[in-house]
C-alpha cells in the first residue's frame, strides 16, 4: 500500500465524468481501475491518495495516469477568472476532475463502442470485451486480495482490452458483447491495426491535428470519436469533443460562441468540467 499528499484530485467524479470505463466504484470510498495491463485500487482520506499498489507501481505507472504532474491551478484560475457565472459553476461542480493518461488502443476501442450509446452500455460492452480475451493484466494489487488467483475468474476488471493480432475476426460478431453494428467498425480496426503495426505508434508520435486526420481515415471514426480519442489516449488538451450533450450546452450557455481562445491549451480538460455538470443535472431532472 502507498500514501501521498494529492490536490484537484476527487476520484468519485473522475469516475463517473464520462472519460474513462473500466474505473469503477468498488465499495464506501474505494475505487477500482483496469488500465493498460495493470489494476489497482484507490481511495481518498482528505487529500491523502492511498493506493493498493506499492511505491514503486505508483511512480511507474499511476502517478502519469492520474495526470499529477500537470498543473490544474492554471485551469482553475482561467475558469472562475473568466467572470463567466456558468464557468465557474461547472468548475465547482466538476472540481477534482484530471484527464486521465489512458491506453491509445484502449480509448480506440471504447469510443468507437461509444457512438450512439449511453455510459452504462458502454462500460458492460467493454468488459465483456475484456472477459471474452482472457488476457490478465501483468499488474495486479487490492486492498483485500493478495493474489490474482484469488479473485474470481468471471471479473472482468483482471483482464486487459485485447490488442490488435489477439482475437480472431469473428470475436465480434457475438450478439452477447452488446455492440450491434458497431462491431463492424471494431473488426475493421483490429484487422487495419493488425495490418499496420507502426499504425499506433505514428499517431503517438503526431501532433493534435495530424493525429485527428488519421482517425478520421478510419471507418466509423467520426469527428466526435477521433477528439475523444485525442483527449483521452493522446492526452491533446486542445480536443474538445462536441456530441449532441455539448452541442446543446453551448446553445444554451454560449449562444454568441465558446472563448477557445482564452482556454487555448486546456479546452478539453474545460470541456470535461463543463460536461460532467450536465450528467449531473441531468439525472438531477429525471
Known sequence: MFTTETDNLD???????????RFKTLSDGVFAMTASDAYAEARLDGKRLVMSCDEEEFDSFWKHYFDLDSDYDTVEGLMIGSGDAHMIEAYEEGRG??????????MIVSYIVSQNNNIPRIRGSIERIALKGGYTVKRFSSFT???ISEMPADSPCIYRIPEPGEVPPDFFDDASLGLGYRNIYLKEMYDFADKNKDWLAKMGNAGYGDARKMLLERLGIGPKVADCICLFG???????PIDTHVRQLLSKYYPDGFDFGYFDGCA???????????????????
Open 268 to 286: 478539453g480538460t474545460v470541456q470535461q468540467y463543463l460536461f460532467y455538470f450536465e450528467l449531473v443535472h441531468a439525472k438531477d431532472a429525471r
Open 97 to 106: 476532475i484530471r484527464i486521465l493518461n489512458q491506453n491509445l488502443w484502449e
Open 145 to 147: 486480495h493478495k493474489d
Open 11 to 21: 476520484l468519485y467524479r473522475i469516475c463517473n465524468s464520462g472519460q474513462c470505463f
Open 234 to 240: 493522446l492526452h491533446h488538451v486542445e480536443a474538445f
